[in-house]
């Protein structure tokens, strides 16, 4: 069973979500809340699996909420679906690791698809309660998904699907399979977020993922390249050479 809790200041809004997940099974619906202190006390009280929660709530932001939940050491924190009217908070949202971010009003399928992400974490979470949206490694927390808008679209990215990141003056630009998408963001910060067991920054303008590469070459004019397994060359300073020797000696 998964224990929920129902976090919005609209009580027709509320009852449409305890209707909506009346079809899903094992779910349970343990209490509701129609304020920021109604929220943090009924999830103390309840410690549920899984909070359905509002941006917009009386006395704080949803994100307000989540803080003061997280600031209590004993308290187990809920996965975290956000239920909102708001598309501008999206990507925030995903950067602490939301489950889903349903934009009202939502549909059956969409909610279902949502609590499925959650069953699924849950589960995942019962034999490795470490991993959740993120990878660790040696310590470190590195995303596993990237979100964000596209032409219009709030798009859910995972990290393996990435090829290579290249900058372009305030920007990056994410190259896929089939796609590329243009973020405002630095190489660092994103390099920050990054496994580097699957990631490898060979240019101050460029990253590869490892699993796409396929050789990497040195020209005639001494100039280094990494060449991926599509044929695309990238190339790799001086600088950078070294790293990507150490991870062929690894």
Known sequence: MIYAVVADDELLARQKLRQLLR???EIDVVGESASAMETIELVRMTQPDLLFLDIRMPGMDGFDIIGALM???????PRI?????YDSYALRAFEIHAVDYLLKPFTFERLHSAVE???QQLQAAKHAPARDDLAKTNGHQ????????SRGRIL??????????????NYVRICTQSET???RETMSRIEERLDPQMFLRVHRSS???LQYVKEVRTDADGECMVILVNGQKIAMSRSYRSRIQEWLHR
């Open 23 to 25: 079809e899903e099974p």
């Open 71 to 77: 600031a209590e050491p004993n308290l187990p924190m």
């Open 81 to 85: 679906i956000f239920t909102t009217a």
């Open 117 to 119: 992400s959650a069953r």
């Open 142 to 149: 590195y995303t596993k998904r990237i979100v964000f808008k």
């Open 156 to 169: 859910f990215l995972p990290v393996p699907e990435i090829r290579w990141i290249g900058a372009e003056e």
């Open 181 to 183: 998408h243009l973020l």
């Open 207 to 209: 990253i590869v993922n």
